[in-house]
């Protein structure tokens, strides 16, 4: 009896530890689930790979850093309206609380609204382990 609770012991702290140290792999940003992210979210209307604007939105290559508003694509009047307001970087803070929430962030921003115009509208990353992974990525493209 008394090895079978060791046992049982022994294999209940191996799972508390494993448990822990999977948390604290997951905590840490995944610049490859980031491009596996962006590439399904934001890739039908971004470019990636080059600085070279689409139709539907701004290139996302150097984006990290990189002042609001400077890539000479006509930005919606709601994005325009906040970077007049308060111009800001596209920094940790700034690209989280825009995926997080692109409407919120920036009102009446077309990225959040769909429309005929703009029919694959981005409604946010809500997983904040995601919206790391996500940065991570962003950070990668120079």
Request: charged fraction near 20%; proline fraction near 6%.
């Amino acid at each position: 009896m008394q090895v079978r609770h060791i046992l049982l012991y022994g294999v209940v702290a191996i799972a508390f530890i494993l448990l822990i140290v999977g948390g604290w792999f997951r905590s840490q940003p995944d610049p490859e689930m980031g491009k596996r992210l962006v590439t399904n979210s934001c890739e039908i209307c971004h470019d990636l790979t080059t600085a070279k604007n689409q139709e539907r939105g701004p290139y996302l290559w150097g984006v990290y850093n990189r002042p609001a508003g400077v890539t000479g694509y006509s930005h919606s009047e709601g994005f325009l309206a906040k970077v007049s307001e308060e111009g800001f970087i596209w920094d940790d803070e700034h690209l989280d609380q825009f995926i997080s929430n692109p409407g919120a962030f920036i009102p009446r921003t077309q990225m959040g609204k769909p429309s005929a115009k703009h029919p694959t509208a981005f409604d946010g990353i809500v997983s904040d382990a995601n919206r790391k992974d996500v940065l991570a990525y962003l950070k990668s493209l120079r």
